[in-house]
């Protein structure tokens, strides 16, 4: 076997990133894909609380690197899901505790044994940035359609371009709003793509869902009544070579506009 | 009673009137992040751009008196080109004495010293993607010509 090795990655902080690669992850091993998922993000790790694995935390990617444990060992199993584990970063040491070599070395020998091989990788352009990459050979940029995302986007696309590793960059454009694109008020995913001139993987709207998911330390995706859970099972089956048309989020948004149709129509008719 | 009717019209009229010109939130990020991603991609920072604007005021003072302090050199999104626009108010265009002998003393000065034509030879490459978009700032530098004093210098 020989997995494929895909890092998340966006640049700008707080745009998702995280999310995106538990709900991925999630959602690939829930199609039967056998998953890990590494944190790149040393002494910032936050994928084992959004995995809800953050107990079982035993070794982390610096105590491979370091030999104080196997890579067998560090890998952490899902709660719900045997072909998912986690691969922890270590939340007492910095970036500088593992080297672009050691981290492409751990993708190496996870791509054996593992269909998908996810890095989550930290904010910024730095080291950690060249580290999470430093393994992978497809990226997906996630953004949000705001204008510091969407820059710092644009950055981390020309330094992904710049690196010949990297056969394949795809776009995620997350918290999406679609009442704010139809007011004019927010750039639309026509706009990013334009902008960004790069293909498109997913688009996923803004939901509240969300803070909950986090909050229990159970992905979005597993709700399987969710739009956002809906439209990251759409990126898997994506990157799994699917051929999935990109859901009408105005339409999804239906429930409520159905409602308010509804009552406009009782109105009309009293009248 | 007429007067206060008028001034309500006037009141409505302009309100919708501002409302159409006014460029929703969307289109104001769309153009901003374009101006700012052209310069992100080719390198051309705010100091170039000065520079720049310095160079070129140099040279066109040599034909026109200007008012250097509101000349306007900005990015901006023309369809679906970039475009450099050079606004330029003109004070007084020269004749053609005052120009030629700016242009001796300017040849002079050339001579005096060839080593910062070297270092601005450097930076060449950024201002490449400028010359591209001349044809802009001529037509824009004409606007103002029409819009100030002096038809002489339309002529040349």
Do not use: H, W
């Amino acid at each position: 076997m020989s997995g494929r090795v895909i890092v998340i990655t966006s640049g700008k902080g707080g745009v998702g990133k995280t999310t995106t690669s538990a709900n991925i992850g999630t959602a690939l091993a829930r199609a039967g894909k056998k998953v890990v998922l590494i944190d790149t993000d040393l002494g910032l790790r936050n994928l084992d609380l959004l995995l809800g694995l953050e107990n079982r935390i035993v070794y982390t990617i610096v105590d491979v690197v370091e030999e104080r444990c196997k890579l067998k060992q560090a890998l952490v199993k899902d709660k719900k899901n045997p072909n998912l584990c986690l691969l922890a970063a270590a939340q007492t040491r910095d970036k500088s505790a593992i080297t672009q070599e050691q981290l492409k070395d751990i993708c190496e020998e996870l791509k054996k044994d593992y269909d998908f091989i996810l890095v989550d990788c930290p904010a910024g352009i730095e080291q950690g940035f060249q580290n999470a990459i430093a393994g992978a050979s497809e990226a997906i940029v996630v953004t949000t359609p705001e204008m510091s995302a969407v820059r710092d986007a644009d950055r981390i696309i020309g330094l992904l371009e710049a690196k010949e590793e990297i056969q394949s960059y795809k776009l995620l454009l997350n918290r999406v709003r679609p009442n704010l694109i139809k007011s004019n008020d927010m750039m639309s995913v026509e706009d990013v793509v334009e902008i960004l001139s790069a293909d498109l993987v997913g688009i996923i709207p803004e939901d509240t869902g969300i803070i909950t998911s986090t909050n229990k330390g159970d992905p979005i995706v597993n709700d399987d009544s969710s739009l956002a859970g809906k439209a990251y099972n759409n990126v898997a089956r994506r990157i799994m070579g699917e051929d999935v048309p990109f859901m009408n989020l105005e339409e999804d948004r239906g429930v409520i506009s159905k409602v308010k149709k509804f009552f406009s129509g009782l109105i009309g008719k009293e009248k | 009673m007429r007067d206060i009717f008028q001034d309500l019209f006037n009141k409505v009229f302009g309100f919708f009137r501002q409302a159409e010109k006014e460029e929703n939130a969307k289109d104001t990020a769309v153009n901003r992040l374009r101006v700012v991603l052209m310069q992100d991609r080719t390198n051309l920072t705010p100091e170039l751009l000065e520079k720049m604007r310095g160079e070129l005021i140099e040279l066109l003072s040599k034909y026109v008196e200007m008012d250097k302090d509101a000349l306007e050199l900005n990015f901006e999104q023309e369809g679906n080109q970039m475009a450099l626009m050079l606004s330029i108010p003109v004070l007084r265009a020269k004749d053609e004495d005052e120009i030629e002998t700016e242009n001796s003393e300017d040849s002079d000065e050339a001579e005096e010293k060839p080593e910062e034509e070297n270092l601005d030879a450097e930076n060449s490459e950024s201002t490449e993607d400028t010359e591209s978009s001349a044809e802009d700032t001529q037509d824009e530098e004409s606007e103002t010509k029409e819009s100030n004093t002096n038809s002489k210098d339309k002529s040349k």
